[in-house]
């Protein structure tokens, strides 16, 4: 017995003796510090998950207002912003559909039609790109799913119904709004400035359109700052005070000038569609509810403004004279022969498309300047190449639900709130999908985020109202 017991201490001195190696005690600490810090993450995210999304969704949205292709260029690796943001809100909303604090699919019935052909748009594509892999990609990788990024953006349709679903949507989406108008007149205003101090080239050295002041990405934000004001406008939503209502004639009229200074036939071809929807979708109540006195007042005064400016501003006015004459001017005609460059490719395998490998190099038509990809400047026709007429139908009849959706809010009697903010999402809607006919929209993320979200946030809003039609 005494033995034994003897042996016994020198068994645990001997296990004493052989230490583990100090690296693998630091390995076996970080890994165990990592795993906390994963777990309480998640803990965070499922309590916080409407703060998190909601707050991630809107500085995305400001960023990107403010800033937009110089936000969304910025990247962590190979990912850019908008790809990280959209990953971070996947896995949050995710985590809140596991968890059933909320639901995939609306019960308004029109609503969840809408849900229906963009999850399928995103699954036909998907598929689409898998063949792809399957077959062997003939580009790199990268450069294909930065080509398939027409068909993931559809994801943002999903995002902003799943992070309105649980909030005050009316509240929230008057403060986005408010957010989108302030940050893009400031941010144009400043360009605009720096132009008139003919300082902007020393600032902006990589200018897509050294032609224009106010380039591409930013007047899609001009057209929807135009559209929200006259919505005001039109359901007589104007502030009270006098000073605010000075300040927005002026926001109004610095957008008007900024759709101006950009050269973009495309956006005056946009604002005209959006103000024509708004009068379709709402009138039988357009005479009784206008406020005709600061219509005349803004217009006369921007009218005044174009006057004295112009002959300051006069090759953008050659532009918009092309406007009835398109094909003689050289960035048109460019335009024409690139589109049917892509018609003929797409006639090559009109079902399902070429995939997403292909550049569009051989299609355009010039070749004057050399750039990094090539896009058709049409975004609907970049859809119909890529994934046939197959996902550009199912593109195409989420956006119709989605007109037809907003139409019925603001004609179904919901309140003036409901309409007034309905009549903004319908006309900021078409006006960004007239513009997409002519420009490389749908495949940016400055843009096509803004096309998606705006059917999501349709799709909140009328989730939000009393209806039959729910099921």
């Given at each position: ?204 050295e990589n200018a897509v359109d050294a032609s224009v002041i106010v380039q591409g990405q930013a007047v899609v934000f001009a057209m929807f700052s135009l559209l929200i004001i006259v919505n005001l406008l ?36 946009g604002c005209a569609a959006g103000g024509a929807m708004l009068v379709v979708s709402s009138r039988t109540s357009l005479r009784s509810r206008i406020r005709w006195r600061w219509v005349v007042l803004t ?126 999402l319908l006309s900021c809607f078409v006006a960004l999908a007239t513009f997409a006919s002519a420009n490389v929209t749908l495949e940016s993320p400055y843009h096509a985020m803004f096309f998606w979200l ?18």
């Amino acid at each position: 017995m005494r033995n034994k017991a003897d042996r016994l201490p020198r068994v645990i001195a001997s296990g004493i003796d052989s230490t583990v190696p100090f690296a693998v005690d630091l390995w076996d600490a970080a890994w165990g510090i990592g795993l906390f810090a994963i777990n309480e993450s998640f803990l965070f995210l499922r309590s916080y998950s409407q703060q998190v999304s909601l707050g991630l969704l809107t500085g995305l949205i400001a960023g990107t207002a403010a800033f937009t292709d110089s936000f969304s260029k910025l990247r962590i690796g190979p990912a850019y912003i908008t790809e990280i943001c959209m990953a971070l809100l996947l896995l949050v909303l995710g985590m809140s559909l596991a968890n059933k604090q909320i639901l995939l699919f609306p019960r308004e019935r029109l609503a969840r039609r809408i849900l229906i052909f963009v999850i399928v748009y995103v699954v036909f594509g998907s598929v689409r790109l898998g063949v792809e892999f399957a077959s062997g990609l003939s580009a790199p990788l990268l450069a294909v799913l930065r080509n398939f990024a027409v068909v993931y953006y559809a994801l943002f349709a999903i995002i902003g119904w799943l992070v309105l679903q649980r909030t005050p949507v009316h509240s929230v989406l008057r403060t986005i709004g408010a957010v989108v108008v302030i940050v893009s007149t400031l941010t144009s205003l400043w360009t605009v400035l720096l132009s008139a101090l003919d300082i902007h080239r020393v600032i902006d050295e990589n200018a897509v359109d050294a032609s224009v002041i106010v380039q591409g990405q930013a007047v899609v934000f001009a057209m929807f700052s135009l559209l929200i004001i006259v919505n005001l406008l039109r359901h007589g939503a104007m502030p009270r005070n006098i000073l605010f209502r000075g300040g927005v004639v002026v926001v109004f009229l610095l957008n008007v000038l900024y759709v101006y200074l950009s050269g973009h036939r495309s956006a005056v071809l946009g604002c005209a569609a959006g103000g024509a929807m708004l009068v379709v979708s709402s009138r039988t109540s357009l005479r009784s509810r206008i406020r005709w006195r600061w219509v005349v007042l803004t217009l006369s005064l921007a009218g005044c403004i174009l006057y004295i400016f112009a002959a300051h501003l006069v090759d953008f006015t050659l532009k918009f004279k092309t406007l009835v004459s398109p094909l003689e001017e050289i960035n048109a005609a460019w335009r024409a022969a690139f589109w049917l460059g892509v018609i003929f490719l797409w006639l090559s395998a009109p079902v399902i498309g070429i995939g997403f490998a292909h550049d569009f190099y051989e299609e355009e038509p010039l070749h004057v300047v050399q750039a990094e990809h090539y896009d058709p400047h049409n975004s609907y026709l970049a859809i119909l190449a890529r994934t046939g007429i197959v996902g550009l139908l199912m593109m195409a009849v989420a956006a119709l639900l989605s007109v037809k959706l907003l139409i019925k809010l603001v004609r179904g009697g919901h309140g003036a709130e409901t309409a007034l903010l309905a009549n903004c999402l319908l006309s900021c809607f078409v006006a960004l999908a007239t513009f997409a006919s002519a420009n490389v929209t749908l495949e940016s993320p400055y843009h096509a985020m803004f096309f998606w979200l705006l059917i999501g946030m349709g799709v909140a809003l009328a989730e939000a109202e009393p209806s039959a039609d729910k099921a």
